[in-house]
């Protein structure tokens, strides 16, 4: 079914990266989100895309971790009615890195 509908007033992506460390099961970050309102392209290209939020890792538990799982939602903003969460049904799973690069290096 198509995601914008007669009752679709914009759309709510966000990807969030999970994965698991010695002292929690289930740790989730939002690392980007993106609205598309009504009438706007709905095709996007995210080539060479930066996060949009400052990423905490707490603990490190990202650092050399080697089961991190992408998943990119989309939450139905509707003109009247309920709100729907939607999981895009393809994951992405890879390892990360053993040391961080950032801005100022």
């Known amino acids: 079914a198509p995601a914008f509908d ?9 990807m969030t990266a999970h994965y698991k460390t010695k002292a929690n099961v289930l740790n989730q970050v939002v690392l ?6 009504r009438g706007e392209p709905t095709r996007l290209s995210l ?3 930066h996060t949009k939020y400052y990423f905490w890792d707490d603990g490190n538990g990202l ?12 939450n139905v903003i509707p003109n009247a009615g ?3 969460i939607s999981t ?4 992405h799973s890879f390892s990360f890195p ?3 690069i950032t801005k100022n290096a």
């Open 47 to 49: 080539k060479n895309q």
């Open 98 to 100: 053993n040391e961080y």
């Open 63 to 74: 650092k050399a971790n080697d089961n991190i799982t992408l998943t990119l939602s989309m």
């Open 6 to 14: 007669w009752n679709t007033k914009q759309l709510f992506l966000y």
């Open 88 to 91: 895009v049904p393809s994951i």
């Open 82 to 84: 309920l709100l729907p």
């Open 32 to 37: 980007w989100d993106h609205i598309i309102q």
